[in-house]
């Protein structure tokens, strides 16, 4: 009995201190202390965008030496991967975005966010003209900021070709908004084909989804729209809910060209199994309100859709290409920014930056480089950028106490000596600071989704690959999601979704 009474008292004071550690980390992260405000004798660093490689650099940049400024129309962060999920509701919009403000809070000196858009780069100038853009808009809603150094960050949009009825008729799988307005969207559909004297064409027209792009966004999507498909509507709509089609249309050969060829059969013959219709080397070449007008072997097709979802790659966004306009001779890469191994901007030699190269750096989607536009290189590159704008830092500071020693007239013989060794020691460091290190990319492997709780991953394996996919992968993927999370707070709300999907299943109703 005493054992029993002690194992309690333990069990007991175990809840307490780790509830009180919980606590105290998470009160903590809520209210972090005091922060050093803006000093106008710092350099200001101003940061275009709130995505993967904007946060990643504020993630790592120590403020301590700069001024800050972050400049996105979205004051958040928001994790793509787990995008499609939402987009059917298996996860909670808010569980896979953070806020800006949470990341620039827990900095040594105060970051400014400004939620606007940036409409125009001054290069000569060093400025940034920006305008609100939200729907709620004060009597100032434009302004024109100076900066030192600029990171373009910026992030790319969705690729249409110009093909007709796809802005106007189709949902895109970009932002948050594009997941929301799908899910109602696709509820719309489903109850419009419940609503009693439908005809059966028009059932058949409204239950049919269509996803344009066999790349991952497509793939993932697809696989998420299935599981909702089979796990919810089929009970909540039994009547309507086997007349439910997904039809994927992929303009080349085949699907998911950047993943293994065994992976890429591999999720063909699980849509083949979960009844998901892939069209390869079809073409859509025009979307309507109701239909879409698609190419095959030089035929015209028109196949009558309820909703359409355009995962057609990307494209610059209109900044990029007026950004690009400044340097005609260096910017000539149709993809995207050129930048050299360090992440700044290619500008001609004869460019009239006062400082000798350029003062903006450029990473993610918005450049055109060797690496694919993924989360994984634009993170990275933010990384990579923290440390370098680390060793600006220390360079600045090391020059500043070079010029006041080589200022200081020291008449002890002694403190003379000394004051020459420190000179040594900082130009030893100087030089060594000049040999920056190039950006490396490091491959994790690529990962997709495919639904059916099946995922593929080729991930690198030695000096070659492993290609892996099913439930196992399927267990792989979630938990290597979970902990690239953001925060302890995203990866609570994602886990409990994932638990709370399962126990009562996804919500039909149409907000
Ligand atoms: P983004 O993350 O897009 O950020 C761009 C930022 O710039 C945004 O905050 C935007 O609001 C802001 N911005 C836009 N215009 C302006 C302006 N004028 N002024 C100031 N700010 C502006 N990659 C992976 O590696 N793995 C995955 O599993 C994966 N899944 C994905 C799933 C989906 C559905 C999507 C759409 C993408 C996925 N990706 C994935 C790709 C990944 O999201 C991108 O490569 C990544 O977001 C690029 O980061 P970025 O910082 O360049 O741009
Ligand atoms: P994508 O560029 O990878 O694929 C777009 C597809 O749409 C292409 O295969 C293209 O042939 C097809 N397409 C374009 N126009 C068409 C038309 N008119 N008719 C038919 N098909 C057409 O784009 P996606 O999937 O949005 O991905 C963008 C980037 O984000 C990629 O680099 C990708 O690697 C990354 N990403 C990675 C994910 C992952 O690793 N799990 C998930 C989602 C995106």
């Not at 806020?99 to 827990?106: A, F, P």
């Not at 480089?369 to 634009?378: E, G, R």
Request: with cysteine; aromatic share 8%.
């Amino acid at each position: 009995r005493s054992f029993l009474q002690n194992l309690g008292r333990v069990t007991l004071a175990g809840v307490i201190v780790s509830g009180g550690t919980f606590y105290y980390v998470t009160q903590r992260d809520r209210h972090p202390g005091l922060q050093l405000p803006h000093d106008d004798s710092k350099k200001t660093i101003a940061i275009l965008g709130s995505g993967w490689g904007a946060s990643s650099l504020l993630k790592g940049l120590d403020t301590e030496e700069w001024n800050v400024v972050v400049i996105s129309p979205r004051n958040y962060f928001l994790f793509t991967p787990l995008l499609p999920s939402v987009a059917v509701g298996t996860l909670d919009s808010r569980s896979i975005i953070q806020s800006t403000r949470y990341i620039t809070r827990h900095k040594k000196r105060a970051v400014k966010v400004i939620e606007a858009e940036a409409q125009d780069i001054d290069p000569v100038a060093k400025t940034i003209t920006l305008s609100d853009h939200s729907p709620i808009v004060g009597a100032t809603s434009t302004s024109t900021i100076n900066y030192d150094y600029l990171v373009y960050a910026v992030g790319a949009e969705t690729q249409t070709f110009g093909i007709p009825g796809v802005k106007e008729h189709a949902c895109f799988m970009k932002e948050l908004g594009d997941a929301e307005k799908f899910q109602g969207q696709l509820m719309d559909c489903v109850e419009t084909a419940a609503f009693p004297g439908q005809s059966e064409e028009e059932i058949d027209r409204l239950l049919h989804m269509v996803v344009v792009g066999g790349g991952p966004t497509g793939i993932e999507l697809s696989g998420e729209i299935h599981d909702f498909l089979e796990d919810d509507l089929k009970s909540w709509y039994p009547e309507l809910a086997e007349r439910i089609k997904i039809t994927l249309i992929e303009a080349l050969p085949s699907v998911l060209p950047m993943f293994s060829k065994q992976l890429i059969d591999y999720t063909e013959s699980t849509f083949k199994d979960a009844k998901i219709d892939i069209k390869t080397k079809t073409m859509v070449k025009e979307v309507k309100d109701k239909s879409v007008i698609v190419e095959s072997n030089g035929q015209r097709h028109e196949l009558p859709m309820g909703l359409l979802v355009w995962a057609g790659g990307n494209t610059l966004r209109p900044l990029t290409k007026k950004l690009m306009s400044y340097f005609p001779s260096t910017q000539t890469n149709r993809r995207g920014l050129s930048v050299d191994n360090h992440l700044r901007l290619l500008v001609p030699s004869t460019s009239p930056d006062p400082t000798g190269s350029s003062s903006i750096f450029a990473l993610g989607d918005c450049t055109a480089s060797s690496y694919a536009p993924t989360a994984q290189v634009a993170s990275q590159q933010g990384a990579y950028l923290a440390r370098l704008f680390g060793q600006m830092a220390k360079r600045e500071k090391a020059l500043s106490r070079l010029s006041e020693l080589a200022k200081a007239d020291v008449a002890d013989p002694v403190k003379d000596e000394e004051r020459k060794k420190e000179i040594d020691v900082i130009e030893k460091q100087l030089a060594r600071a000049e040999q920056q290190r190039p950006f490396h990319y490091s491959h994790q492997g690529s990962l997709a989704y495919i639904g059916s709780e099946k995922a593929i991953a080729d991930l690198p394996f030695g000096s070659g690959n492993l290609a892996t996919g099913g439930v196992a992968t399927y267990l792989f993927w979630r938990s290597a999601y979970l902990s690239t999370l953001f925060s302890l707070r995203n990866r609570t709300l994602v886990a409990s979704d994932w638990l709370k999907t399962k126990i009562f299943g996804r919500d039909v109703s149409r907000e």
